[in-house]
Structure formats: structure tokens, C-alpha cells
């Protein structure tokens, strides 16, 4: 059973940084898979952050988060991350990461998209 494990969420204060981790099971490669991260804020459906590409380099970012967050990948960690800076009220949220094979696509905000999913983990901004 494949397992994907985000960490790094908390409680924060308005224009403060996090940085969320996203780790995969014993024997899941994540340098195989493109790597999304989503978010669900309380009452709101989920929406696709930012996406990874496997092995073409390709990255996408949602706009209302460009140049805030940053999605990296370690693929030696088996782990992806999500560096978010200036953070707001609005960023409020639970964030998930999600894997799906091959690479980032102009549709990398689909959820159906991907394959296996993270917990989630909790994100609260506020003074």
C-alpha cells in the first residue's frame, strides 16, 4: 500500500513561512512521479496548487500563489516540498500532496489526475 506523508503544517502569522514536506512509503520511488500539491480551505472544494514534473523540469503554480510558493523535490529524500513565504489568512487550509505518473500538464489542477494521495496536513495562518 502505497503511502504518502506530508508534514510540516502549523500555526503561523501573516506574512510568516512553512515549509511542508511530502515523503512516500518504503519501496514508492517518488522521482517516478510528477508530484502535485492541493489545498481545501474550510467550506471550499480543492484546489491544485503546484505541480512537478518527474523528469522534464516543468513546473506549474497556481497564480494566486506565484511567488509565495516554491514546490522542490529531493529525489535522493524520496521526498517533495512545498516552501511557502508571505504567507496569508486566505493560505488557510489543509494542503495534500498527490502523485500521478509521468509529468506536470496544463491540467496538473485536476485531482482525478492523480493516482495516490497524502493525509493531508493542517496550515492555519493568523496574528
Known amino acids: 500500500q502505497v503511502q504518502l506523508v506530508e508534514s510540516g503544517g502549523g500555526l503561523v502569522q501573516p506574512g510568516g513561512s512553512l515549509r511542508l514536506s511530502c515523503g512516500a512509503s518504503s519501496g514508492f520511488g517518488l522521482g517516478y512521479y510528477a508530484i502535485g500539491w492541493f489545498r481545501q480551505a474550510p467550506g471550499k472544494g480543492r484546489e491544485g496548487i503546484s505541480c512537478?514534473?518527474?523528469?522534464?523540469?516543468?513546473?506549474y503554480v497556481v497564480d494566486s500563489v506565484k511567488g509565495r510558493f516554491t514546490i522542490s523535490r529531493d529525489n535522493a529524500k524520496n521526498t517533495a516540498y512545498l516552501h511557502m513565504n508571505s504567507l496569508k489568512l486566505e493560505d488557510t487550509a489543509i494542503y495534500y500532496c498527490?502523485?500521478?505518473?509521468?509529468?506536470?500538464?496544463?491540467?496538473?489542477?485536476?485531482?482525478?489526475?492523480?493516482?495516490?494521495w497524502g493525509q493531508g496536513t493542517q496550515v492555519t495562518v493568523s496574528s
Open positions: 512537478i514534473s518527474s523528469t522534464d523540469g516543468k513546473i
Open positions: 498527490a502523485a500521478k505518473q509521468g509529468e506536470c500538464y496544463d491540467d496538473y489542477d485536476v485531482s482525478d489526475n492523480y493516482h495516490f
